[in-house]
Structure formats: C-alpha cells, structure tokens
C-alpha cells in the first residue's frame, strides 16, 4: 500500500482549500493511482507561522503501479497544475502533496526519502493514517499508529481538528 498526504493553505484558480484537494484526488486517478481509502479532512494551524492561513489535510490509502520516483514525478505536475510555486519552507500552498510511505520502501537519496522523514512527528500525518489505516506501522521506527501519536505533544494533539467533511472524487 501507498499513503500520501494532501494539504492546503491557499485558494487557487481551482477553488479554495476543499476544493484544491478534490482536484488534486481527480488528478491522481487520472494519473493512474488508484485510490482505496480517503480520510476526512483535517485542520491545522499553520506551522511554524500561525499567522499564515490553516491547513486542511487528507490522508489516502492508494495503489499504484510503477515506481516511487514516477508517482513523486506525477505529484509534482499536479502540485504545479494547482500553481504551487517554489518557495520557503513551510510558505503557504495551493497544495503540497507527500508521499508518506511507498509500500513500506526505506529510501534516503538526494531525490526522495522514504518513508517520509517527519511524517511521525507531524499531526495532520499521523490522525488521517490512525483513520483510514488504524494497523500502519512506520517502516523504519517498527512503532504502530498509537505510540506515534501518544509521542505528539498535547499540544499538537489538541491542535488538529477533523471536520465532519469528506472529498468527492469524479
């Protein structure tokens, strides 16, 4: 299995930040990923600015079947589709889309790391997976879903908030 994460912070010719995601979702079954599971959506604050505008995120559970590096090729057409542009670190985003774990692949390249190296130590990651994938196991650390949440802080596990609102896909 795949898990990727889908975040937003900013409108784009697209819609607003629901919107965003749901054209992201399209894109990717366009791209041939087959999509299994689907979290609600999640808001955060922004991080480590929360004045910039709050996050919504998704978890997905998705096949595919060629490679991590064609599926990182295609997230990033999509991502610039939806006019993301390159800019600093943890700037506001029309979308971002990661590839948290790749079939349980450990990957460290100039490229792409996997599994994605802050993806226990962030919220909006790891209450999309306990959701749609409640037995995930982090590939390198061997820790299941609840101890990585139990190692958040209260604070980012009081932070997150799930919206009673799901994706539509086409």
């Not at 948290?100 to 993806?119: E, M, V």
Request: glycine share 2%; charged share 25%; hydrophobic share 40%.
């Amino acid at each position: 299995m795949i898990h990727l994460n889908i975040g937003s912070n900013l409108d784009s010719n697209f819609g607003n930040r629901f919107n965003n995601i749901s054209v992201v979702l399209n894109l990717l079954v366009d791209a041939s990923v087959k999509i299994k599971k689907i979290s609600n959506f999640y808001e955060t604050p922004s991080y480590p600015n929360k004045n910039f505008p709050k996050f919504l995120n998704i978890g997905v559970i998705a096949e595919y079947n060629f490679d991590y590096l064609t599926l990182l090729k295609k997230t990033k057409l999509i991502e610039k589709k939806l006019g993301r542009m390159k800019s600093k670190k943890n700037e506001p985003r029309t979308c971002d889309i990661d590839i948290i774990d790749f079939k349980g692949l450990i990957i460290n390249s100039k490229i792409i790391d996997l599994p994605h190296p802050r993806c226990h130590l962030r919220n909006f990651v790891l209450y999309p997976i306990k959701e749609i994938d409640p037995k995930w196991k982090h590939p390198i650390l061997m820790k299941n879903i609840d101890l990585l949440i139990n190692d958040l802080s209260q604070n980012s596990r009081i932070e997150i908030t799930r919206l009673n609102k799901s994706v539509i896909i086409n």
